[in-house]
């Protein structure tokens, strides 16, 4: 039989493992599905694929928040969304030079420092409540709809199956769908490992639930979008790689905490207010300064970016 130590090491690096699965089930048949019915890349990237990759997020805190604390949902999330801009954003920067496209500049960034600031005066007296959670996906759901708005007015054709048949396109979307189906069912076994193995062994060391959320789990839930901007990057596909972590950031505050609150009201500590919360607004400011200038991000601010995420955790430590 396996210690106590031991076994959370294993359930972590399993859920780990089950987590970035079924993100990569998740993102391949929604990708597919998405593209299929006529949407452009960079659509897809800061709606379907930004979704698909927030859904480790979305589990994780969720069954932290239900099973452990409200501080394992609200550390997840601000340490995902700083790992997406400071480690996803600058590795994939580091790999290529990526460039950004006014669509996202002027419709989608915008968003995101709403979310970051929206967060930060919603939890100003220390608490995320159902009506503050209500009110965050009101903000998704107009979020969503200006993107359905600007998708069907520039849809792009849909993709032909060349040589296939009606039946060969069905038995494809069949195929997509069951891929859906196989990553939310992967994701679910892999947040329950993550949380349990994350969660025994920094336990064990005296480490807060806050601290856990912000450095292993937020670390374990961004492998998506690390994967799939890193892919992005070095396929070409800048649109992909800065659509992901943009929408994915969106995502996590508004989709993920909105729900999380209304599962169970979020208390925010002081330190949290005075410290994690002003670092993931800097992480967003630096990135829209750094994008806004040039409408590109250089293998410089790859540097800039990923060293400011080392300082961060190295801040966290004791």
Do not use: C
Not at 26 to 48: D, E, F, K, M, S
Not at 253 to 275: D, K, Q, Y
Request: proline residues 3%.
């Amino acid at each position: 039989m396996l210690s106590g130590t031991s076994l959370d090491l294993l359930l972590l690096v399993g859920g780990i493992v089950a987590l970035y699965g079924g993100a990569e089930l998740l993102v391949a048949g929604a990708g597919r599905l998405a593209l299929g019915i006529g949407l452009h890349a960079a659509t897809v990237g800061v709606t379907v694929i930004a979704f698909a990759t927030t859904a480790p997020e979305l589990f994780v805190s969720a069954i932290g928040a239900l099973r452990v604390s409200s501080d394992i949902g609200l550390g997840t999330i601000v340490g995902s969304n700083i790992a997406n801009i400071g480690l996803v954003l600058g590795v994939a920067t580091l790999i290529k030079p990526l460039q950004i496209s006014d669509q996202v500049i002027r419709r989608h960034v915008p968003v995101m420092v709403l979310a970051a600031l929206l967060l930060v005066a919603l939890g100003a007296n220390g608490r995320v409540g159902r009506l503050e959670g209500v009110l965050l996906l009101v903000v998704l759901a107009g979020f969503t709809a200006m993107i359905l708005h600007y998708a069907n007015a520039e849809s792009a054709p849909m993709i032909d199956e060349p040589d296939a048949s009606a039946a060969s396109g069905v038995s494809a979307r069949a195929w997509d769908g069951a891929l859906v189906i196989g990553g939310l069912v992967v994701l679910v076994i892999g947040s329950r490992w993550l949380v349990a193995g994350g969660t025994g062994l920094l336990s064990a060391l005296g480490v807060s639930d806050l601290v856990i959320g912000l450095t292993v789990l937020a670390l374990g839930t961004s492998l998506p979008e690390l994967a799939a901007s890193v892919v992005g990057a070095i396929r070409g596909h800048e649109s992909f790689a800065v659509g992901n972590v943009v929408g994915s950031n969106i995502y996590n505050i508004l989709a993920v905490l909105g729900i999380v609150a209304l599962i169970t009201p979020i208390e925010i500590e002081p330190a949290t207010l005075r410290f994690e919360l002003p670092i993931m607004v800097a992480f967003t400011v630096l990135l829209v300064g750094l994008m806004g200038y040039r409408r590109q991000l250089t293998r410089l601010d790859g540097v800039i970016l990923v060293g400011s995420y080392v300082g961060f955790i190295a801040l966290l430590v004791p």
